[in-house]
């Protein structure tokens, strides 16, 4: 039996207006809403395809940020069989070397065959988690993944080119596998079905009493970018920007 | 530690990406600072000619089977081997499929910190873009070797390319159990619409909100002879097949217009836009990074704009 298991984490919502804080070297987390990482949310997805085709079972892991609770119901509302959180205060910040070290120690009493995590986040600056993971439980990494299948000892994987091409890859297990995008779009479930959920399911809970960050970084400062040219902007109601864009087209020979 | 910077050359079926010509730009910048050497390092098998137009100082080629085409295991084997010899101040590679299979294994394995989405070189500093392109972070190069992942963006390609080969010295390369090797590769899907040769993409990301909406843009698309494509969440969710995608996996566009209806131009979709002549940009988020490479813009909700907008082309035309 396959056991699978993904990993989740929480990242800004990018549609939000996104500040600085008072050190200048990090995001204001104050009033940041944080959403799920999209392609861990991919990964989830990935993952109950995965045992839907081939049995096996699913835990999903993810350290406690706001909202997480909601998102670990929601992979158990899709399918998942286990929901694990590592919890400490992880708001007061957390690389991804001292994330992929908390991990670590939880993933290898689950030892799992397969780890799917997402091939990145928005918010990533000490690189990403899938290949810390790999390499500190000795396996193997392969990212921007798009397709997987199980066959034997192995899964086979369609791993992402520029231009549309793609490199069909197999991979001996144990595996990670950085998830670009599931087969199939990650599945709805209704807010009703998740408050079901809620009364079965349990979150187990996984201390993490120290982080190890080593081979983080030192930000020096964040800025918002600075355009060396920015778009002229037009200006007025709906229809007089209609009107000015249709202008422009004719002035470049497009109409 | 010496204070050379070295750049993993990333090619696919025998043409050099883009990528790798930027990386040796951004590399003489931190060279000239350190002190050191820009040095190029292609792995391959009967590859050594790849190396010809490459603007480095000095170029290490291993060659094995095993290397001719880029798989995880048998890169981070061979970089292991090379980097824990010869301990070079940086070393970068692409925040690409290739190089973001292999950096974050071997920071861990040789203890490296790693700098993701480098974007630009200042004064030895590392400029990343993360966040979808709304902020940026400044590292100083730690005094360690360091791993730097690099976007596109920052540099022109040109940058990196010399019309000197330059000089080549053979590496050694040995593998063994290898656990990652490549079938085939796949050819991408040809779409009903080549949109590298359309003069006028109208583009759509997540800001469409559904699939139906796509008609809106249809419409104006087929008004101005053109075609739709999008940016990824769009072909995630399966509403348009990934032969419109505008981007890192996808396709690189070079339309006389691209008119961005509700894209906030994240590095992985501008990435595929650089060679348009006219960026027009509709967004309701005034700070979208897709304002910053677009001639005009305007911050307005696209479906309180489409209606008017459709209705002047067709006045207009």
């Known amino acids: 039996m396959t056991h699978i298991l993904v990993t989740a984490k929480m990242v800004p919502d990018l549609v939000e207006e996104l500040e600085i804080d008072d050190s200048g070297t990090a995001l204001d987390m104050t009033w940041l809403r944080l959403i799920i990482n999209e392609f861990d949310d991919h990964s989830i997805e990935q993952a109950i395809l995965l045992k839907e085709k081939h049995g096996g079972d699913v835990t999903v892991i993810a350290p406690d940020f706001e909202g997480i609770d909601d998102v670990l119901f929601t992979a158990a509302a899709k399918g998942a069989d286990r929901l694990i959180k590592l919890t400490r205060d992880f708001e007061e910040g957390v690389n991804n070397h001292a994330l992929a070290r908390a991990y670590v120690e939880t993933i290898k009493l689950q030892n799992p065959d397969l780890i799917l995590t997402g091939v990145q986040a928005n918010n990533d600056l000490d690189g990403s988690i899938g290949p810390y993971l790999a390499e500190l439980l000795g396996m193997s990494y392969v990212g921007y993944i798009s397709g997987v299948s199980l066959e034997g000892d192995k899964v086979v994987v369609q791993k992402e080119y520029p231009g549309g091409l793609i490199g069909e890859m197999e991979v001996a297990l144990p595996a990670v596998l950085g998830i670009q995008a599931s087969e199939e779009p990650p599945r709805y479930v209704a807010v009703s079905k998740v408050r079901q959920v809620m009364k079965t399911a349990t979150i187990e809970e996984q201390e993490i009493p120290d982080l190890d960050p080593r081979g983080g970084l030192d930000v020096n400062s964040m800025y918002l970018p600075e355009a060396a040219e920015k778009a002229e902007m037009l200006e007025g109601d709906e229809e007089e920007i209609a009107a000015k864009l249709v202008e422009i087209l004719k002035d470049s020979g497009i109409l | ?317």
């Open chain 2, 1 to 317: 530690m010496n204070q050379d910077i070295y750049v993993i050359i990333e090619y696919i079926r025998g043409q050099v990406s883009d990528i790798s010509y930027v990386m040796l730009a951004a590399a003489r910048d931190l060279a000239e600072v350190t002190g050191g050497k820009v040095v190029g390092v292609l792995l391959g098998h009967n590859s050594q000619d790849l190396a010809n137009n490459l603007a480095a100082d000095q170029v290490l080629y291993g060659d094995h089977p095993a290397l001719a085409e880029f798989t995880s295991d048998a890169y981070k084997q061979a970089l292991k081997g090379l980097l824990t010899d010869h301990q070079p101040r940086a070393v970068m590679l692409g925040s690409t499929t290739i190089g973001g299979d292999v950096a974050g294994m071997l920071a861990i394995s040789l203890g490296y910190p790693e700098i993701s989405s480098g974007f630009t070189i200042s004064d030895g500093k590392v400029i990343s873009k993360i966040c979808g392109g709304k902020i940026m972070a400044e590292t100083d190069l730690p005094e360690t070797s360091t791993f730097i992942t690099m976007i596109p963006g920052g540099y022109k390609p040109e940058q990196g390319q010399s019309n000197q080969p330059p000089p080549i010295t053979p590496i050694s390369v040995t593998l063994d159990d290898l656990k990652v090797s490549l079938r085939q590769f796949i050819e991408p899907e040809v779409g009903d619409v080549d949109i590298t040769n359309q003069d006028v993409l109208i583009a759509i990301g997540r800001g469409i909100q559904s699939e139906d909406n796509i008609e809106l843009a249809d419409e104006l698309a087929d008004l101005l002879n053109g075609a739709v494509c999008s940016s990824r969440p769009v072909v995630d969710q399966g509403w348009l097949p990934i032969s419109r995608m505008v981007g890192k996996s996808g396709q690189s566009v070079k339309p006389k217009l691209y008119l961005a209806l509700g894209i906030s131009g994240a590095p992985e979709h501008i990435e595929g836009v650089s060679d348009a002549e006219m960026i027009i940009a509709i967004n309701i988020d005034p700070n979208a990074p897709i304002f910053d490479i677009a001639k005009y813009g305007a911050v307005v909700d696209l479906f309180d704009l489409i209606d008017y907008l459709i209705e002047a082309v067709e006045d207009a035309s």
